[in-house]
Every structure is written in structure tokens, then in C-alpha cells.
């Protein structure tokens, strides 16, 4: 059974760091790009960070320079640290990973249930 269950949400003020962790179970963790995902409230969801089963990351331009997506493939877990959080941060987080088996097949795409991140003084 695929789990993703992501941690590490909270409230913090601005300015603020926060760390959130997605430990995955149920697939081979490894060779899946691993991702965070965003939802504000009345807002689309959109990637935040993505890192390939090879370590490349690429980020959102509104969190370059203040988030970093790692992962530990023996721990299965990705992590996003955020720092310098802006009320614009504020989302629900969420975990997804992805993996297409092969060019034309139906790719897999698992999502977790989120973690919500609160931006206030």
C-alpha cells in the first residue's frame, strides 16, 4: 500500500523557518521524483520543488534562494526546509511522487494528504 505522510507543518511568524518531511512506504522510493506541492486557500495547487531520483531539483521562482528540497532514499523520506517564510507561503503542503515505467505507459503519481503551513504574527 503507497503512503506518503507529510510532517512538519505548524504556524510560525514571519521571517521564520519551518521543515517539512514526507516519509514515503509502498513503492520503490528511490526511483521516484519526489515533489512538493502548495494549495492556498481559493488558489490552483502548483509545485513548489521537485527533486528526480538523480538529485536534480528545480524550485518555483518565488521560493528559489529561501527553500531547499533534499531526500534521503535510506530513510525514504524528502524534506523541504523553508526559510524566510512570507505570508505568501501560507498552503496547505503537499507530498507527490511520480514516475513514468516506461515513454507511453501510465505514470505513477501518488499524493499525499497534506500539512498545513500558517504565516502570521
Known amino acids: 500500500q503507497v503512503q506518503l505522510v507529510e510532517s512538519g507543518g505548524g504556524l510560525v511568524q514571519p521571517g521564520g523557518s519551518l521543515r517539512l518531511s514526507c516519509a514515503a512506504s509502498g513503492f520503490p522510493f528511490s526511483r521516484y521524483a519526489m515533489s512538493w506541492y502548495r494549495q492556498a486557500a481559493g488558489k490552483q495547487r502548483e509545485l513548489v520543488a521537485r527533486?528526480?531520483?538523480?538529485?536534480?531539483?528545480n524550485y518555483a521562482d518565488s521560493v528559489k534562494g529561501r527553500f531547499t528540497i533534499s531526500r534521503d532514499n535510506a530513510k525514504n523520506t524528502v524534506y523541504l526546509q523553508m526559510n524566510s517564510l512570507k505570508s505568501e507561503d501560507a498552503a496547505v503542503y503537499y507530498c507527490n511522487a511520480y514516475y513514468v515505467p516506461r515513454v507511453g505507459f501510465k505514470p505513477d503519481d501518488y499524493w499525499g494528504q497534506g500539512t498545513q503551513v500558517t504565516v502570521s504574527s
Open positions: 527533486i528526480t531520483s538523480g538529485a536534480s531539483t
